[in-house]
């Protein structure tokens, strides 16, 4: 797409506790568009998921209590679905709701997420928290490649991997 | 969800964050079990424990000298779970790349009407 517009970076991914994974990002664009991209399904197709995903359901009922569902179709035919339930909405600042990956096997292994956007000079920061029940369903979230860059204490492992590599 | 034991491949050991530490810990150094006892302040049976877990899957290595054990970080075992992340944080920088490029046109479809 266009190359001359100003993108504030990459996401980054951190581990603030055994439970949370914390997903930060900033966009240029004010609140209310970056809050009407999350919870307007149009939207969401557009871009949630894969660019190669099918999406089969996109549903968004938002009001405190209301419910969301996401289904897609991904590469090879597999079907990945989500869903959960708003708990709060404080347009265009924030969202708590829960999330549920249908394909994990315990019930009672939702997540909390809580979505911050937070404008400043026209700039929106946004955080998503993920607030698992139990540190083994976070981890085995990370492990499920829903995470987008565990940068646990990486960075230095990064730095043995280069050094280690230099010195091969 | 049943996990897998953590001596089934380096994903699964580093998965507990105390074995990340330990990693930490050792660096690029070559240490011994007390060494790492002092730098973590954790017990000698728990280091111990630890890097049982990681030198059975290779990220760890050992080499005796004299009546020490010395313990390195084996930085090619380290390489898939780092090619690992880079590869996740680009699954999610696509999602929100795609996020920004569709905030850059509803941005623009705003400043028209």
Redesign the interface.
């Known amino acids: 797409?266009?190359t001359t517009?100003n993108?504030?970076g990459?996401?980054t991914?951190t581990?603030p506790s055994?439970r949370e994974i914390l997903?930060t990002?900033q966009?240029?664009?004010?609140a209310a568009?970056?809050f009407?991209?999350w919870t307007t399904p149009e939207?969401v197709k557009?871009?949630?998921?894969?660019?190669s995903s099918q999406w089969l359901v996109c549903e968004i009922d938002l009001r405190v209590g209301g419910g969301w569902r996401y289904v897609t179709r991904e590469e090879g035919g597999f079907e990945v679905g989500f869903h959960g339930e708003f708990r709060v909405i404080d347009a265009p600042h924030r969202i708590v709701s829960t999330e549920v990956y249908e394909g994990?096997?315990?019930p009672d292994?939702g997540a909390l997420n809580t979505i911050v956007f937070d404008e400043q000079a026209g700039v929106t920061t946004m955080t998503v928290n993920v607030l698992h029940t139990k540190k083994?369903h976070r981890?085995?979230h990370?492990?499920s490649?829903m995470?987008?860059?565990?940068?646990?204490?990486?960075n230095?492992?990064?730095?043995?991997?280069v050094?280690?590599?230099d010195a091969? | 969800?049943p996990?897998a034991p953590t001596t089934t491949d380096a994903?699964?050991a580093?998965?507990e964050?105390s074995r990340?530490?330990l990693?930490?810990a050792i660096?690029?150094e070559e240490v011994t079990v007390n060494e790492l006892v002092d730098r973590l302040g954790l017990s000698q049976p728990t280091v111990s424990k630890h890097l049982g877990v990681l030198r059975a899957v290779d990220l760890v290595l050992v080499r005796t000298a004299g009546r020490n054990r010395w313990y390195r970080?084996n930085?090619?075992a380290?390489?898939p779970?780092?090619d690992w992340?880079?590869s996740?944080?680009?699954?999610?920088?696509?999602?929100?790349?795609?996020?920004?490029?569709?905030?850059?046109e509803?941005?623009s479809q705003?400043e028209i009407q």
């Open positions: 797409m266009s517009r993108r504030h990459s996401a991914v581990l055994d997903i990002r966009f240029d664009a004010p568009l970056v009407k991209a939207l557009r871009w949630w998921g894969f660019d994990f096997p315990e292994a083994e981890d085995a990370i492990e490649g995470e987008g860059g565990m940068q646990i204490s990486m230095r492992l990064e730095d043995i991997v050094d280690l590599s091969a | 969800m996990r994903f699964n580093v998965a964050a990340r530490d990693l930490d660096g690029a970080v930085g090619p380290l390489k779970i780092h992340v880079r996740f944080e680009r699954t999610w920088n696509l999602k929100l790349d795609r996020l920004d490029d569709l905030l850059v509803l941005k705003e």
